[in-house]
């Protein structure tokens, strides 16, 4: 991989006078594969659902960017995980998700233990200097959270206690019990735009009152706030009190004892996890070109149940769906306008953009680690 010149980018600690990252950090195809290097294999990424390797055998498959990864419980009831590789000619040995007692590469049929040991090699008698016993699937990290899974492709990577342990300290000491929440509905949305403007976008609610006005008259943005720490952020955002007189549509949000202590986190790079007493809303930003994105809503509820219950979870999704479509209009706008002439970078809003200029600063400091 070409180095890249990161020399037009230096972020200072000080929002008042810090300017942006530059336009040619989104718009440059090359930097992709840099963040992927950088940052996408550096950090723990959420790649799939517990309830989906309950039982001993239990596999799916994903991807980290474009590294190919399997997900098995293996016969002592552990997490494992692997490249999707094979080691004979590099064909997959998984498709999709299922049950097995093995894994096999439907290439020659080189079999593998659930443990990614090497168990059977058809037709390879004769070959020197080569030991059976020592081939094995290259595995990585993988810890459950919650009723996730997440992978981290760095060996050397610190556990995920190290971040997600605060955040879960602090969702399971405000009462919410992220382990029971089960999965209601998903949704993936592709937006024309650089993975960095989506999360720009999400970390800061200085365009609330003039893009989302369904939002705005339900919470209370004098209040609304952004509180950074070393690898994630925390937003504030209570539901704005009803005024004497007032009518207020409530369609979209519900009301009820709780509301106001939801918590909000972006956890560095790409994940949102939005924590409410009775539903867990996670979005996961995944970059599938340099000026493309694929972002998935998950949603998740403890009692799913039925009548005003199930109305209520629908008019949640019915609502983040309705802030999601504006914000993909506002995320390709910004895209198309970082392409400009006219454009090289901004500057920040002190009062509303610290969130923003966090993220940044922190692309920045992976990018330029050796």
């Known amino acids: 991989m070409t180095p890249l010149d990161l020399s037009d980018y230096n972020p200072t600690n000080d929002l008042s006078i810090a300017e942006t990252m530059p336009a040619r950090w989104y718009t440059d195809p090359a930097f992709l594969d840099m963040e992927a290097e950088k940052i996408f294999y550096k950090t723990w990424q959420p790649v799939g659902r517990v309830e989906d390797v309950m039982r001993i055998g239990d596999f799916f498959t994903c991807e980290v960017v474009d590294q190919p990864l399997v997900v098995v419980r293996n016969k002592q009831n552990e997490l494992k995980a692997f490249y999707n590789v094979c080691p004979h000619r590099a064909a997959v040995v998984a498709h999709g998700r299922g049950n097995r007692k093995s894994l096999q590469c439907k290439y020659h049929g080189w079999t593998y233990d659930l443990d990614g040991k090497l168990m059977r090699a058809p037709e390879f008698e004769g070959v020197k200097n080569w030991d059976k016993d020592a081939v094995c699937l290259k595995s990585i990290q993988v810890e459950a959270w919650g009723p996730w899974v997440f992978v981290n492709l760095d060996p050397d990577a610190k556990p995920m206690k190290d971040t997600y342990g605060k955040i879960h300290n602090e969702i399971a000491n405000a009462g919410f019990n992220l382990d029971q929440m089960r999965l209601i509905e ?75 202590d939801a918590l909000y986190y972006w956890i560095f790079p790409n994940v949102m996890l939005n924590v409410y007493l009775d539903n867990t809303s996670i979005n996961i930003i995944i970059p599938v070109g340099h000026d493309k994105t694929l972002t998935i809503f998950e949603w998740y509820f403890e009692s799913p149940g039925t009548g005003e219950g199930w109305e209520s979870m629908q008019q949640i999704i019915a609502f983040s769906d309705e802030i999601q479509q504006e914000d993909i209009e506002l995320c390709e706008w910004v895209q198309r306008g970082l392409k400009s002439k006219a454009y090289e970078a901004g500057r920040f809003s002190v009062k509303r953009e610290n969130g923003v200029h966090h993220f940044q600063s922190l692309v920045h400091d992976y990018m330029t680690k050796d």
Do not use: M
């Open 186 to 260: 998903r949704r993936d949305y592709l937006i024309n735009c650089n993975w960095k403007v989506y999360v720009d976008n999400y970390l800061e609610g200085y365009h609330l009152p003039i893009a989302h006005p369904g939002l705005f008259r339900e919470v209370d943005y004098d209040q609304y706030r952004v509180d950074t720490y070393k690898d994630y952020s925390k937003q504030y955002a209570p539901i704005r009190e009803v005024d004497d007189g007032e009518v207020r549509d409530r369609r979209y949000v519900r009301s009820g004892e709780g509301e106001e």
